[in-house]
Nanobody, 115 residues
Framework: QVQLVESGGGLVQAGGSLRLSCVASGSTASIDDMGWYRQSPGKQREQVALIYPRGITTYEDSVKGRFIISRDHAKNTVYLQMGSLKPEDTAVYSC?????????WGQGTQVTVSS
């Protein structure tokens, strides 16, 4: 089992920055991929960024060049550095991990970008 706890959400003005953190606990040695998803009211959850064990990253088109995902294996933590934030980035951001073909989710953290 893997537990994920996010932090770092909040209210920020358009153009600002935030860094989200997600700390994993439990069977952390079994974790393969990690990433971030987001969901805003009335919309489907979408994948924001993924990071694979060898450091390869993928991003949703609208965040490319603005967001950076990274992972600190020693701290069992994945980060999402978000810059040049836009009101349309407002959503609940959830951490995700895959371990032994099972997927795990954090509880989510709210990010609100004001115009």
């Amino acid at each position: 089992q893997v537990q994920l706890v996010e932090s770092g959400g909040g209210l920020v003005q358009a153009g600002g920055s935030l860094r989200l953190s997600c700390v994993a606990s439990g069977s952390t040695a079994s974790i393969d991929d990690m990433g971030w998803y987001r969901q805003s009211p009335g919309k489907q959850r979408e994948q924001v960024a993924l990071i694979y064990p060898r450091g390869i990253t993928t991003y949703e088109d609208s965040v490319k060049g603005r967001f950076i995902i990274s992972r600190d294996h020693a701290k069992n933590t994945v980060y999402l550095q978000m810059g040049s934030l836009k009101p349309e980035d407002t959503a609940v951001y959830s951490c995700w991990a895959r371990a032994f073909l099972k997927t795990y989710w954090g509880q989510g953290t709210q990010v609100t970008v004001s115009s």
